[in-house]
């Protein structure tokens, strides 16, 4: 960054030839499409999909089916009473249950919502990658600053890269 001023030992390299070394190295690393799917694929259970940390909403379901016939019991109870308000806070501890465990199924349908639109939106990708070939020939400094975390120019004016995905 500061030159032969500050770094008296440090290697000097022409833009060009850096710029061809790291498409080199991008290209060996991302051309070939057979690692491009599989690391999407490791993205997928890793990241994008929530898939087995998901509830079951079965369970939910057939819990609130109970509180709605509870419920219904519970009214039928009121209506033969002459004080109803004796039942006032075990309606409203069943419909707060209720609500809760609607709000947990709601919960649960929106996730597996998301990771629906994800896999559609990753099996997209992996058709693309399918049908076009990878063009990598000219140095992209965008790209390059996206999925290129460091270089290292070593001693022997060697260079080692360090992929933002940690390969």
Known sequence: ENGKKYCKN???LKEPQLQE?????????FTDRDKVKEALK????RIILHGNSQQNVVP????????DQ?????????SHSVDSSIYDAKFKELNREKAELQAQVDAVEQTERQDQDRRRELQA???????RP??????DDELVRRIV?????????????RFVCGK
């Open 21 to 29: 070394a790291i498409m080199t190295a991008i290209r060996k690393q």
């Open 70 to 78: 509870a419920m219904s019991n519970l009214l039928l109870l009121v």
């Open 42 to 45: 490791e993205v997928e259970e």
């Open 10 to 12: 440090s290697p000097s």
């Open 125 to 131: 990708v992996l058709d693309a990658i399918e049908r």
């Open 60 to 67: 939910l379901l057939t819990h609130i089916q109970e509180i």
């Open 149 to 161: 975390d460091q270089i290292v120019v070593m001693p022997n004016g060697k260079l080692e890269f």
């Open 134 to 139: 990878v063009e990598l020939e000219r140095y």
